[in-house]
């Protein structure tokens, strides 16, 4: 890169980021240079100089977020070796996103060997997009997209002893809730096809009183997260009202920590891609559930059940509310799936 312009700060705020101390002093390592191309460890070993209790992890995950946005290029590859059983000469193919790595069946090359030589080691190695961060995200589209035409499968106010209310999102516009006695079973964006019918029935104040004790309390923890204060939203959910809505996948979110993300293909569920993402896409009580913190690898995805202008905004509330660090959960914890 070219040495960066004096000012830091205005740098970082330029491509979105809050100027940080950790994040001034891991800039001001590059100086630019034809023969400048740091390790994180170099960077670590020369911003803690400056910076003493900086974390190894800080430096990965603020080059990571440089990287993204932008302001540095990553060269070379980051990967370790990695080990298998199939021991058979074959190819691999790299997913860009998930970053995973899938043996492919076909593609290696026939003879390469020149009269003389005797080649002992063929790799081929084909990078892209794997076919699950595909389909996850054709899932998102389908989830999302029937939300705004025809809401959850599950109407919330067929349920008996509903309640509803409308609650100010801030950024986010205003946010209907429904409840049964039981706990929430909905959450609406202004946009979705039922949220006209949950307006109409939280300005009747109908449904029974322990419906509308869930409601309060939800509410209640809305206004917290909405005003900064990190951690879950409690409030109780009617896991049993939600069983057409994934409900395993969508309790899954709520392992990932505030302020964090994690890969839809690290979320310890057999669900086929395609599956999870509709699951996700059509979530019936977002930010209860924070499907905003799953993403499809490295990218966070610009669909999402309540459009990608929201999840930019909670995923940023989210960050600068937890501290310093994005932890962005990468990594392989199922082994690849070979296809
Ligand atoms: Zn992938
Ligand atoms: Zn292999």
Known sequence: MTAPDPDAGELLRGRGLRSTPQRRAILAVFR?????HLSADEVHAHASQA??????????ATLAEFTETGLIAAVGTAEPVRYETNTTRHAHFRCRLCLRLFDLAAGLPGELAAPGFSVERIELRAEGICADCTDYEAGLEAGTSSMLRSGPPVDALSLAGVACAEEPGGPLGPLLLAATPEGLVRLAFEEHADAGALRARARSRRGSQAARRQLALAAEGLGRYLAGEPGAIECAIDWSALAASDPAALATTAAIPYGGTSSYSDLPLEQ????????????????LTPCHRVTRGVELPPVFVGGGERRRWLVAHEREHAGELPSVARGARRGPRVR
């Open 32 to 36: 630019g240079g034809a023969a400048e």
């Open 51 to 60: 910076l003493p209790d900086l974390s190894r992890g800080t430096v990965y």
């Open 272 to 287: 086929p891609a395609r599956t999870l993402g509709r699951a996700m896409g059509a979530n019936p009580i977002p930010l």
